[in-house]
């Protein structure tokens, strides 16, 4: 499954420290979101995504594992690179 992000946002954890929602946009045009914690061990692979997402870039991920509206946070994310009408 192919999605696009849409956006990024960090938030103040009440366990201390941040973390992150990741909103996505499949493509069947469905809004989705994961959340995501510096502290789980998980982490390590979304990094470049919330790096490249930060910076405004506009991208797709795939091997994504979804359920409901929801990414799973121990996905294993694929940033897809070139054109994507290619």
Same mark, same amino acid.
């Given at each position: 499954?192919?999605?696009?992000?849409?956006?990024?946002?960090?938030?103040?954890?009440?366990?201390? %420290?941040?973390? =992150? =929602?990741? *909103? *996505?946009?499949?493509?069947?045009?469905?809004?989705?979101?994961?959340?995501? #914690?510096?502290?789980?061990?998980?982490?390590?692979?979304?990094?470049?995504?919330?790096?490249? $997402?930060? /910076? %405004?870039?506009? *991208?797709?991920? !795939?091997?994504?594992?979804?359920? %409901?509206?929801?990414? !799973? /946070? #121990?996905?294993?994310?694929?940033?897809?690179?070139? !054109?994507?009408? $290619?």
């Amino acid at each position: 499954m192919r999605t696009t992000v849409t956006g990024i946002k960090k938030n103040i954890s009440k366990y201390g %420290g941040h973390f =992150y =929602y990741i *909103f *996505f946009k499949n493509e069947e045009g469905i809004s989705l979101r994961s959340c995501l #914690d510096p502290k789980m061990g998980n982490f390590s692979r979304w990094e470049k995504i919330i790096e490249k $997402a930060v /910076a %405004g870039e506009v *991208f797709e991920v !795939d091997n994504l594992i979804q359920k %409901g509206n929801i990414i !799973d /946070a #121990d996905s294993f994310p694929k940033i897809i690179e070139g !054109d994507k009408n $290619a």
